[in-house]
C-alpha cells in the first residue's frame, strides 16, 4: 500500500516542478461510478442489456423474407388445429357424380352483375371417343357461396361432433376449388387434411434426430479422442450411403400388419435415423471451439461433471446455431416423406398426407388429363421454400454479436 | 503420392466392410424369408412345389444356418464375383444386374456434369454480385429447383418430351432397341432419353452445389492475397481467374463426396416414376419380395459406387491441391 502512495507522491511533486501552469496530478479516492461519466443513451441500454436470445430476435426481424416465411409457416401450422372447420368436406366424403371434376372458380360477377363469390354449377358428359369425363361450367346455374356453414359432419379431433365448416357450396351445389380424384373425393379438404400429416412429421422426425445430434455429438466434440474417431467414421459412412434406397429399404421393413399410427411413427424414425449426422457434426464443431474456452475450463476446475458442462454450459452457446441447422433440414424430412408415400413405401391411406395425395398422380395420364390431382405439391414447395428462408434467417442471426 | 492413394484405398475397406453388415442386417430384419412367402403362394395356388429345388436352395445359401454364417457368405461370395441368386428372376443377381448398374452409372455420371455445367456460372455470379438482384433471382430459382420434389417435375418433364418433341414415354431408349447389342442408332435414342432424368436429378443438386460454390468463392474473396492482386492492379477478371477460382475448382472436385450419394439417391427414386432400365424399379420390387440377394446386393452396388465415386475425387484432389498430400491421409 504504502509503496502505491510513495509514487503517487513522486508523480504529483514531479509534475508541479516540471510545469508549475498544469494542475497538480490527483486520482480520487471516492468509488467510482461510471454510470455517473458515460450515460448510456435509452436505445444503447436496450441493446447492451439485451439477453442473447432478443438479440437474436431483433436481427431476425431485419431479414424480411425469413419473417414472412415465419408468418406463412405459424399459419399453416395453425391450420392444423382446425382442419375440419377449414376444409369444405369431410376427408372421406365421396360425390359419385363429380369424378375427376377440375377445378371450379370462385366469380365475383354474372353478366356484369355483381353477386358476391359464387361457383358456377358444373355440366357433365363422357366424351364417348377418348372415353373422358367433359365437365362444363353451366352459366345459368348460380351457386354463392356460404361462410360459417353446415357442412359434412366430422368429430373435431375425434373429442366432439360438429358440423360447422368455414365455407361450404350452396344448397345442391358443389365447391371443389382444387378439383376431385377418382372417387370424387375433394382435394382441397383432403391437402388440408394431409398437412396435418404432413406437417407434423417435419418436426417430429427434426426432434428425435435433434435429440440423437446433441447426445452423439455432444459425446464425440467434449471428449474428442477415439470416442470422436469412432463416431466421425461412423457418421462418414452413413453419409456417404445414398439416402433414399436405404430409406426404402427401412420402409419395407415395416409390417403390413401395422396400423396406421405406427407406420407414421415408424416413417419419421426411419427418417430421423439418417438425418441426425449433419446435425451431430455442427454439435461437435461448435462443441470442439467452446470446450477451449476459459468459463468451461473454470467448471471443470470447480469438479463439474461433463453431463453438466455439456448441457449448462456449452449447449447454450451453441443452440442458436443448431436451431437454425434443424429449421434447414426439416424441409429434408418433409421431401423424405413425400417421396417415400409417392413410392408406396411410406404412409398408406387411409393416413393422408400429401405424398399419399401426390401417389394418385403417379401416372403420366393425370399429367395429360387430371393436372389438378398435382396440386398437393403446391403446399410442399411453399412448405420448403418458407422452411429454407427461416432457416437462413435464422442462420445469418443465430451470431447475433457477428454485424 | 502412391502412398497417400494406398493409404486411401486401404481405408475403403472397413468402411465397405460395415456397409455390407449394415446392409446385411437391414435386408435380415423382416421376418420370414422368400423361400417361405414363395412355397405359400405356390400352394395357395394349388401348384405343385419342387421340394428338390427348395432343399437345393436352402441348402446352397444356407437358409437355416445362424446369421453369422450366413453373412460371411455372402460376402465371401461377392468377393469372388458370385452375387447370389435372384429368387424373383431366377438367374444369378450379376446377370439381373449388368446392364442396368451400367446406365445407372452413365445417369450419374451425366448427372454430375451437369451439375458442374450450371452451377459453376451460377455460383461465379452469385458471390461477384453479392446481394444484387440477379444472386437473389438465382438464388430463388435454385430454391425452387430444390423444394420441388423429384419426381412430380419428372412426370411434367416427361408429358412434355412427349407432346413436344415425341420422345417415347417411359425407359431409357426406344422400345425397338429394347435387348439389341449396342449401335450408333441405340446410343443416339439413349441420349435423347437420357436429357430427362438428368436434368430432373441434376435440380436439386444444382442448387445445393451453387450455394455452397457461392459461400465458398465469398470467404476466399474476402481473404487478403485477393486485396493484395487488387492493388497490384490486376484487371477484376484476371484476379477472379488466377486465384480464387482455382481454389473453388478443389472445392468441386471434393464436393463430389456429398454430390454423389445425392444424385444417385435421386437417380433411384426418378427411375420409378420413368420406369428407367437403371437399378431403381427392380430395387423397390426386390425390397418388397424380400428377394434377399437382389436387394442387398443392389444396395451393396450403389455403396461401392458411391464410395469409389469418393475415392476418385479425393484422388484427384490429391494430384490438384498439395496441401492435401502433405495432410497424412486423414481428413478432419
Redesign the interface.
Known sequence: MSGKDDTRQDAQERGTARDPGRPPHFVSTAPFDPAVTEQWTEAQERYFLASQWRLVWWKFRRHKLAVVSAIFLALAYGSILISEFLAPYGLHTRHVDHIFAPPQRVHLFHEGRFIGPFVYGLRYRLDMENLKRVYTEDKSRIYPLRLFCRGDSYRFWGLFQSNLHLVCAAEGGTLFLAGTDRLGRDVLSRMIYGARISLTIGLVGIAISFSLAIVIGGLSGYYGGWVDFLVQRWIEILRSFPEIPLWMALAAILPVTWSPLLVYFGITVILALLDWTGLARAVRSKLLALREEDYCMAARVLGARPRRIVFRHLMPGVMSHLIAAATLSIPNMILGETALSFLGLGLRPPITSWGVLLNEAQNINVVALYPWLMLPVVPVILVILAFNFVGDGLRDAADPYKA | MAGYVLRRILMMI??LA??SA??FA??E???GDYLETYVAELESRGESVDEKEIAFLRQQYGFGEPVIERYLKWVGGMLRGDFGYSFEYRMPVADVVGDRLILTVAVSVATIALTWLIAFPIGIYSATHQYSWGDYGLTFLG??G???????LA??L??FA?VWFGTS??GLMDPEYLGKPWSWGKIVSVLEHLWIPVIVVGTAGTASLARRLRANLLDELAKPYVETARAKGLPEGRLLLKYPLRSALNFFVADI?NLL??V???A??VA??LSLPTTGPI??SA??SQDMYL?GS??MF??VL??VG?LVSDIALAFLDPRIRLEGGVRQ
Not at chain 2, 430444390?146 to 412430380?152: D, R, S, W
Open positions: 472397413p468402411t460395415v456397409v449394415i446392409i437391414i435386408i430384419l423382416p421376418p430454391l425452387l430444390l423444394a420441388t420434389p423429384n419426381f412430380l412426370l411434367i416427361l408429358y412427349n414415354i417411359g463426396g450419394p445425392q444417385i439417391s435421386g433411384e427414386l420409378v416414376v430395387l423397390i425390397l418388397q436387394a443392389f444396395l450403389l455403396a458411391t464410395t469418393v
